[in-house]
């Protein structure tokens, strides 16, 4: 069974411009959460999505969203990038909702360097 | 609030060396789930282990083993005769409503 998709797996852009990033779980989860990894922060959590639907939401700026499709990929998007956004985007994909109970599956992530 | 706290940043071994990885977390939920991931260079987290808090019994996967101690909120990891393919960094992660991860113990094991 195919693992959690996620594309491109390194991008490079410019502040100020936006991005889009990609999650396709594995092939009957539902529920999507995106993770951001950086040096200094480690391993944060971004967001949730189940069901198309927001879940759950991580201390991060409104220029970071997401949205879910009715086949369960995701997409998270950064407005007006700033140097600090560069990081490894982890998407995980889990049968349900929440983190309880449920093995999250990572992707190989989206290496995003902004200059 | 959670957290979770991995005190060893770096850790180097010689091959077929045994090394100990710790973790100790806080919460205050009663049911909770604590799991570890390793992250090779490539990125990706590879699930290792899941237990919940109401099992305290060690596992123990081939040269793999875990020992969970709620009464000093630790669940400690051991890798037996380590091997070169075993460096990674490996993070100690504590559910709630998402996972809360600690901040990673990078493992070189050296022929």
């Known amino acids: 069974k195919a693992g959690v998709t996620q594309t491109p797996r390194y991008l490079i852009k410019t502040r100020g411009q936006q991005v889009t990033l990609s999650c396709s779980p594995i092939?009957?989860?539902?529920?999507v959460s995106w993770y951001q990894q950086t040096p200094g922060q480690g391993l944060q959590f971004l967001f949730e999505?189940?069901?198309?639907?927001?879940?759950n939401k991580g201390n991060f700026p409104g220029r970071f969203s997401g949205r879910q499709f009715s086949n369960s990929r995701s997409e998270m998007n950064v407005s007006t990038l700033e140097l600090g956004d560069s990081a490894l985007y982890l998407c995980?994909?889990?049968?349900?909702?929440?983190?309880?109970?449920?093995?999250?599956?990572f992707g190989q992530g989206t290496r995003l360097t902004v200059v | 609030a959670q957290k979770v706290t991995q005190a060893q940043t770096e850790i180097s071994v010689v091959e077929k060396e045994d090394v100990t990885l710790d973790c100790v977390y806080e919460?205050?939920?009663?049911?909770?789930?604590l799991f570890w991931y390793k992250q090779p260079p490539s990125g990706e987290l590879v699930f290792l282990i899941r237990r919940n808090s109401f099992d305290e019994q060690n596992e123990i996967s081939g040269r793999y083993s875990w020992n969970f101690q709620k009464s000093t909120s630790s669940f400690n990891f051991t890798i037996t005769a380590s091997q070169v393919v075993d460096s990674a960094v490996y993070f100690c992660?504590?559910?709630?409503?998402?996972?809360?991860f600690g901040e990673g113990t990078q493992l070189t094991v050296n022929p």
């Open positions: 999505y189940f069901s198309e639907t927001q879940r």
């Open positions: 919460t205050r939920d009663t049911t909770y789930y």
């Open positions: 092939s009957g989860h539902r529920s």
């Open positions: 992660a504590l559910s709630g409503s998402r996972l809360t």
């Open positions: 995980a994909s889990s049968l349900g909702p929440g983190a309880r109970g449920t093995e999250a599956f």
